[in-house]
Structure formats: structure tokens, C-alpha cells
């Protein structure tokens, strides 16, 4: 694993979503990004990189309030990966209910890139278990509401679980030191402003993923992190 993914005293800029364009990806490496992140979706053999979501195998492409051209090109993962430059940590978020796309992903990085480190996410956790062996992958267990704080526990706690990350409005105190004795990496979605940035940096957070390419560079001139204080166990971690 990069070393730099396992130094928790060292804030890590994620670019949120910026692999899901090649020309974004561009910028977000020039901004400085330890990591680019991107979506992957399984659609009639492929592996495509997307946030669009689609209705089954109807040809619509949609978000929360648009439709998208459903004749528009959309990259491969196998494009992404040789786009993206030698030294970037690209992080998959797996997206959908396949359980045949971690399987697809693992044999398709084995494929294209063996031995080069990556980073695989996904809020729902058994689409990870094909990772836990992959030395070369970094399973980052992400969680979007309090139910799930506690419950990450019993997964981050086995070996090969690195780095949990986790909805910006969900930390306390208490969550992020009880987050970090488990988990070499906290990072915190999405942050979008240099004022979140520095409070969340004050708690112990490490890892800041968001839209912004100034945020990106706002997270290079941070110093060290400050020591995580530990504090009482807040009751969602039970």
C-alpha cells in the first residue's frame, strides 16, 4: 500500500468524483490530489465509469434532476487507468446491487494493472469482501449514516482494513478518536469549504474528500495533524 495512505499524521486530498472525467482527472492531479476518485458501474459486460445511474438495462442515464444523453460515451475503467499518471492512487467507488462487480473489478485491475495500488469504496460492504486479499487494494469502508458508525468496527478491525469514509455532518470528537484507533485513514465527505476543512482537520480528521480543486490544494498547505485526543464513546459507536 502507498505509504503515504498509512502516515496519519499527513492530511490526504481526495478528489471526489474527478476520475469520472478524463479531462478533470488532468486537473485534479495538476491541483495536487493524493487520490482521484471515481464511480464504477456494471452494465452489459463493462465496466464503466459514471455517477449516472440507469434504469436496468433500459438505455436511460439519470440523477437526482436530469437525464443524460444515453448515446454519450462513457469511459472504461481500463481508460481511466491509463489516463490516470503513474503516481495517482485512483479510488473505486463501487456502485449498484451486482454482486458479480467486485469479482469483475479484481480480475480487471489483475488484468490491466498488476501490482499498481488502488483504492476500492462502497457503503455497501459485501461488494468489498473480493479486496480483503488483494494486497495491492485498499478497502475503504464508507458509511453515510449513524447506524453504520458502530457497526464498521467489527470489519476495520481485521487486518487489510485501512481507512473508513464517512459523511462530513456524522464526526464528533468522539467518533473521529474512536474512528482512528480502528482505521489509519478517517476521511470526511464531501468538504467543500476551507472553513469545514480546518474544523475537521482540528478533530483528527486525515483524509478530505470534495468537489473543490482549491480545497485539494487548501489540504497541501495544511501541516501535520494535530494528536487526536481521545474522548468518551460517543453512543452511536456502540
Known amino acids: 500500500m502507498p505509504a503515504r495512505l498509512l502516515d496519519p499524521s499527513r492530511p490526504i486530498a481526495i478528489a471526489h468524483r474527478a476520475g469520472n472525467d478524463l479531462s478533470r482527472l488532468k486537473e485534479a492531479e495538476a491541483a495536487g490530489a493524493d487520490v482521484v476518485e471515481a464511480d464504477l458501474w456494471q452494465r452489459l459486460g463493462r465496466l464503466e465509469v459514471r455517477h449516472l445511474k440507469t434504469v436496468g438495462p433500459i438505455p436511460i442515464f439519470w440523477d437526482r434532476w436530469y437525464l443524460a444523453n444515453p448515446f454519450a460515451r462513457r469511459p472504461l475503467l481500463r481508460e481511466l487507468v491509463a489516463a490516470a499518471a503513474p503516481e495517482t492512487l485512483l479510488m473505486l467507488d463501487l456502485k449498484g446491487w451486482s454482486n458479480q462487480l467486485g469479482p469483475a473489478v479484481r480480475r480487471e485491475m489483475e488484468r490491466i494493472a498488476p501490482g499498481r495500488p488502488y483504492a476500492v469504496c462502497a457503503q455497501r460492504w459485501s461488494m468489498l469482501e473480493p479486496f480483503h486479499a488483494v494486497p495491492e487494494a485498499i478497502v475503504v469502508h464508507s458509511i453515510g449514516n449513524r447506524e ?8 476495520i478491525s481485521r487486518p487489510g482494513h485501512a481507512a473508513v469514509s ?5 464526526l464528533s470528537p468522539a467518533v473521529v478518536a474512536r474512528l482512528r484507533e480502528h482505521a489509519a485513514v478517517v476521511m470526511a465527505w464531501p468538504v467543500n469549504d476551507e472553513a469545514l476543512l480546518h474544523r475537521l482537520y482540528r478533530l483528527g480528521v486525515n483524509g478530505f474528500s470534495t468537489d473543490r480543486l482549491e480545497i485539494v490544494r487548501a489540504v497541501g498547505e495544511l501541516g501535520p495533524l494535530p494528536p487526536v485526543a481521545s474522548a468518551p464513546v460517543d453512543p452511536s459507536m456502540r
Do not use: S
Not at 453504520?148 to 470489519?155: D, E, K, N, S, Y
Not at 464517512?166 to 456524522?170: G, K, P, R, T
Open 166 to 170: 464517512i459523511h462530513q455532518e456524522l
Open 148 to 155: 453504520r458508525i458502530g457497526q464498521v468496527m467489527a470489519h
